[in-house]
């Protein structure tokens, strides 16, 4: 066999470690752009600063020792940033879209076209079913989260918040009540868990039952409230007709 020659351990600056690097090949695609703070490798020499000593010479920071390392780059994804189209700035690392005003700009025109599509797409929910609801929903009532429970909190709210040249919305969004509910099997299964090996297949369809019966009843008169949720199921007219301002 040959000798073994120990291979030579070359050292470089970190300068020089970083400019052999930046030679990395990149493909890059629209509005992409090498990270210049990293020079495209996705990694940076962190500090990683520790201790406190006596030592007047070491006393400018509160941890005057560290112990360097590589991380990845807190500003882009494997050396890779995004530049933002409409105001040029480099987009955040963990976001798909820039902060600034035009995009604001341009998010608020597409969720205004989203909702007037949805409102037209929406049919008008019949009498009987407008008539027995219990609560509706309007971005325009800016009272508890745009929830109320009839008319009159609406026209209120339209006349002492609405200016004279606001102009009247024609529908509000219908709601879908959820009850407070618990279901039995959940509490079986949990009360079992810690039990002797299928301790639950010992209890019959009679005793779920009877749980369940008792639970629902529970749950009707503990004082918990019927929650109401938004609903683009309906629209319901506004009976502008009723109101006298």
Not at 195 to 207: G, N, P, Q, R, T
Request: hydrophobic residues 30%; negative net charge; contains cysteine.
């Amino acid at each position: 066999m040959g000798e073994f020659v120990k291979p030579k351990t070359v050292y470089v600056t970190d300068e020089e470690y970083i400019k052999k690097l930046a030679n990395l090949k990149k493909d890059l695609h629209d509005n992409e752009e090498v990270c210049e703070y990293c020079h495209g490798t996705g990694m940076v020499i962190a500090d990683n600063v520790y201790g406190l000593t006596e030592d007047p010479d070491k006393r400018a920071g509160m941890f005057p020792y560290k112990h360097q390392s590589i991380t990845f780059c807190p500003r882009c994804y494997n050396g890779i940033v995004h530049r933002c189209k409409l105001c040029g700035n480099i987009i955040k690392r963990g976001y798909t879209k820039c902060d600034c005003d035009k995009q604001k700009a341009v998010d608020d025109e597409i969720k205004k076209q989203e909702e007037a599509k949805a409102w037209e797409n929406a049919p008008v929910a019949p009498k009987e079913i407008a008539e027995t609801m219990g609560c509706f929903y309007s971005p325009a009532y800016g009272y508890n989260d745009g929830y109320f429970f009839d008319w009159d909190e609406f026209f209120e709210y339209w006349a002492d918040e609405a200016e004279p040249t606001d102009e009247k919305p024609k529908y509000v969004w219908a709601t879908e009540p959820v009850e407070m509910s618990i279901d039995a099997t959940d509490i079986i299964e949990d009360a079992t868990n810690d039990l002797y090996e299928d301790a639950i297949d010992d209890i019959s369809d009679k005793a779920r039952k009877e749980l369940q019966e008792y639970l629902d009843n529970w749950c009707k008169t503990c004082g918990v409230g019927t929650t109401y949720y938004e609903s683009h199921k309906y629209k319901v007219r506004i009976p502008w007709e009723l109101y006298n301002n």
